[in-house]
């Protein structure tokens, strides 16, 4: 018999194991399909930061700044042992073209955005203690800037987000490639292979969690569907 499900995720990096955990934790029928390892795209190769996004206040992304302080407070709380604060420098010298004041009105805004707190701390470091920051050419150095971000080994996160998710009821199958699915009336016929065999399955919804690979993943849906430009 067709195995059903609520939702089939494709692709196992943070944003298809995030899906899936929450889809399964709001009680959805959830199988997520990996066609390598979990995190082996672009969630095992970031930068590691789980960042508010200082560099979005100067395209005015307050909203999203503001998402995104609120989501690293969330991650510090519930994943203690994945996500920690690191403190940052930022040091500004006589040709830097943010100038000292403009920093400060960011990491301040910054600040604001993040609510009260520890995490939000920020403020200059003392000349006399520029030298105990390794590596830091001082010559022409106005000042020094620290804050506070935080990172993650994406990896490990995005396994261990895979592990709640299944904790939850989610299923995974890895490796397992989507070959693609046929559109019906009440959601989809999806097609994947799995241990050299072909496998189809039937969903109500198709999540495109490819990372790169989205658009290959969405040229595999029939009819074909637009793709939607996000800004
Ligand atoms: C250089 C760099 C630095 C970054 N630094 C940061 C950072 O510091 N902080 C931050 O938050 N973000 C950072 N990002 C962004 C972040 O890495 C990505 O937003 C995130 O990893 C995207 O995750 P994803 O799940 O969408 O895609 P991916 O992790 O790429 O997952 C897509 C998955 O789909 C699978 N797949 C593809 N085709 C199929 C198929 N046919 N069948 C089954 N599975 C398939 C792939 O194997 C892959 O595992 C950075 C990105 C880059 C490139």
């Known amino acids: 018999m067709t195995e059903s499900w ?21 009680g959805h029928r959830v199988l997520v399909l990996e066609k390598t390892a979990l995190a082996s795209g672009t969630s ?19 909203s999203l700044v503001y998402e995104c302080l609120h989501e690293r407070e969330l991650l510090l709380q519930v994943a203690p042992d994945l ?41 200059t470091v003392p000349r006399h203690d520029w030298s105990q920051l390794d590596g830091l050419v001082t010559d022409e ?9 935080a990172q993650t080994d994406d990896a490990l996160l995005t396994r261990a987000v895979m592990k709640s998710a299944q904790s939850l009821g989610a299923e995974l199958a890895v490796p397992a490639r989507f070959l ?11 097609r994947y292979e799995r ?9 109500r919804v198709l999540i495109n969690a490819g990372g790169p ?9 029939s009819p074909s569907q637009e793709c939607l430009a996000v800004e």
């Open 141 to 149: 150095l106005e000042e020094v800037y620290f804050y506070f971000d």
């Open 180 to 190: 693609g699915c046929q559109l019906v009336e009440d959601g989809c016929v999806v």
């Open 83 to 123: 996500v920690e604060l690191k403190r940052f420098h930022i040091p500004i010298y006589q040709y830097t073209r943010r100038r000292p004041w403009i920093v400060r009105v960011g990491l301040g805004l910054y600040a604001v955005l993040g609510g009260v707190g520890p995490d939000v701390r920020f403020g």
């Open 195 to 203: 241990e050299g065999r072909q496998v189809e399955c039937q969903a």
């Open 6 to 26: 609520d939702l089939v995720v494709v692709g196992g990096g943070i944003h298809g194991v995030g899906v899936a955990q929450a889809a399964a934790a709001a």
């Open 44 to 62: 095992s190769r970031s930068s590691k930061l789980i960042h508010g996004g200082l560099r979005y206040l100067e395209s005015y992304e307050l």
């Open 213 to 221: 690979w989205a658009n290959e993943i969405l040229q595999l849906v």
